[in-house]
Every structure is written in structure tokens, then in C-alpha cells.
């Protein structure tokens, strides 16, 4: 029904922020919900060691299930050679051992990292928020935790940021400075679009230059997590995206805010902004509410199930809630 929804919040960037609720240190106490600073995102970097192994990992929170904490089958493959007495049978080379007419087992090293890259998706559509943080704050909130996590298992982090027209490429890097780097860009180019007085109509980079940016960061082995709230990626995205996965691990993560699901204190007609036009809603109506929630459950069913052949799967993040909180709500 809706592909956007314009923000319930003052448009100013000079309101006062948002009485933010901190409930038990799990939102950063500089969060305002609006603005975001390195400070604040560095909150997170406590927190990683949370997911670390064999604890629950983050993606066993976040898709409902326990994940490995191995990457894979957590080995490499090194080198093929003659059977020796105490092998794991189990990695017999039967191909070599057939042409060669002598046993041979396979030798793997363990895998020591994996580049990370987080695909970040600014479009004009994250800055709304009708509860507790705009949805463009929760994807910074979520990208931070995610590159500190993958920080503290030694693996190195990028990032492609959409913006607009732009697309920023953060090399992956393996240092504690570059992850800062990483937060300092995000926080800049966040913070610049809220300070804008117009952010409601927005050009942004074609499908073929966004999935150019990743190819170039995403070696053959590599992580992509893309982090976006879907209303703007085109099926042409999504099938770059799949293309993708055929040689790296592909993660998805939509970040919606409780309205789209039908959810806000709001009554009676209020006006929402929807891709094209603006229109207005009774929102103190029930099916009013059923509509929006439907629609919202419809356009997630699609995305899920157009990425899951492909290995992808799909989770979704609310802005009405500290991210820790719904990580954390099924290890209480």
C-alpha cells in the first residue's frame, strides 16, 4: 500500500531530541534519535562480545535459529596429497585416487577471516520515524554493532555507502582506526541529509554502479550484509544482489518503523507521505491498521522469497526499539 512513510517527527534539525528511554543501558545515552555521532555508535563496540563463539551468534538472533560459529565448513582448501596413515578417511580424493591409482585425501587450513562488507543504503526513505529512532539511526545503530563484531573475531570490515546520487567505498580493513573511519563517514553523510531542508525527493545510483562498487570489495569468500528497509531496491537490485551469492555469504536486513506495520500512538487522519503522493489516513481505524500491516507483510514476503533460492536470508529490524533489546529477547 505504502512504499515510504514521511516522518512524524518535527522536520527542523534544530527540535529538541527525542526523550529517548535507555532501559537498562541498552541504547546509548547521547542518542537523540535523529542525529547520530561516532560516540554514540561506539556504544556497541562493548557489546560485540555478546555474539562472540561459542555463544549465540548475532544472525541466530536476528533470523530466530543458531548459527555456527564457524565460517562454513570453517576450513580452506590447501592441497591434495598421498594418504598417510591416521587421514579422516572422510577426505579421500576419490577422483585423484581413481586416476592415479593411489589413495589421496584432501588438506584444509582453517579459515582465519573473512572480509565483511556491509552494503548501507541511505536512501530518503530511512529518514522517518514515527516512535523512538528514525529508521536511518537504527541502520547506523546496526551497522556499527555488526562491524565490531566482525572486529573482534579478527575479520576485516568494509562498507558501500548509497547516498543519494554517490556511492562511498570503505575498503575492508582489520584495524580498530578503520572501523572508526567506517562510523566518522556514516555519521558525516547521515547527519548532512538531516540538515538538509529538502530530503523527501532524492536521486540515487543505479543497480549496475552499486553492484560494480561491491564486486570490487567483495572478493571470491567474503560477507556481504546489505542493510536497507527494501522500499527503493528495484528487482534488478535484488537480482544483483543474488549474482552475488554465488561466490559470497549474502545476509539481508529490513529496517521498517512501527507504522508500517500499523503500529503508532497517532489517532484520527494524519497525512503520510507515500512514494509518489501524499495522502491521509485514519490511523484510529482498525482496518486502516490491518491494511498497512498487510501490505508491509505482503512486500517483506516477496523480498524473503525471492532471495531465499539463492541461500539469502532475510530479517528485519524495527526503529521503535533499542536494537539490543530485540537481539536479546530470545536469550531472557
Known amino acids: 500500500m505504502l512504499s515510504s512513510l514521511k516522518s512524524l517527527l518535527p522536520s527542523s534539525p534544530s527540535t529538541p531530541p527525542l526523550a529517548v528511554a535507555t532501559k537498562e543501558g541498552l541504547l546509548p545515552e547521547l542518542t537523540n534519535g535523529v542525529e547520530v555521532t561516532v560516540d554514540e555508535l561506539a556504544f556497541y563496540q562493548i557489546h560485540s562480545q555478546r555474539w562472540q563463539p561459542p555463544k549465540k551468534s548475532v544472525w541466530s538472533q536476528l533470523n530466530g535459529q543458531h548459527a555456527s560459529p564457524k565460517k562454513g565448513r570453517g576450513m580452506t582448501f590447501s592441497e591434495v596429497r598421498q594418504y598417510q596413515a591416521g587421514d579422516d578417511v572422510r577426505q579421500i580424493d576419490w577422483r585423484v585416487t581413481a ?3 593411489k589413495v589421496h585425501t ?11 562488507v556491509l552494503f548501507i543504503d541511505l536512501s530518503s526513505s530511512l ?3 514515527t516512535t523512538l529512532l528514525l529508521k536511518s539511526v537504527q541502520l547506523c545503530h546496526l551497522a556499527s554493532l555488526l562491524s565490531w563484531v566482525a572486529l573482534s573475531t579478527q575479520d576485516r570490515v568494509g562498507a558501500v555507502i548509497r547516498y543519494q546520487d554517490q556511492l562511498i567505498e570503505i575498503r575492508p580493513s582489520s584495524s580498530r582506526c578503520a572501523i572508526l573511519h567506517l562510523l566518522q563517514q556514516l555519521c558525516q553523510i547521515h547527519n548532512q541529509h538531516i540538515q538538509q531542508s529538502d530530503i523527501t525527493t532524492r536521486s540515487h545510483t543505479t543497480s549496475d554502479s552499486a553492484l560494480s562498487a561491491l564486486v570490487n570489495l567483495c572478493k571470491k569468500g567474503s560477507e556481504l550484509i546489505i542493510l536497507s528497509d527494501f522500499s527503493t531496491i528495484t528487482d534488478d537490485e535484488l537480482t544483483a544482489v543474488t549474482h552475488l551469492s554465488k561466490h559470497n555469504r549474502v545476509r539481508a536486513v529490513m529496517l521498517y518503523d512501527p507504522i508500517e506495520v500499523g503500529e503508532s500512538p497517532a489517532k484520527g487522519q494524519q497525512s503520510v507521505q507515500g512514494k509518489r503522493h501524499e495522502i491521509q489516513l485514519d490511523l484510529s481505524n482498525k482496518q486502516t491498521r490491518n491494511d498497512i500491516k498487510h501490505s508491509f507483510e505482503q512486500r517483506f514476503a516477496y523480498i524473503a522469497q525471492s532471495l531465499l533460492p539463492y541461500g539469502i536470508a532475510l530479517s528485519k529490524i524495527s526503529s521503535g526499539q533499542p536494537l539490543l533489546l530485540q537481539l536479546l529477547s530470545d536469550q531472557q
Open 99 to 101: 586416476r592415479t591409482g
Open 106 to 116: 584432501k588438506l584444509f587450513t582453517e579459515e582465519r577471516e573473512r572480509p565483511v
Open 127 to 129: 529518514f522517518s520515524g
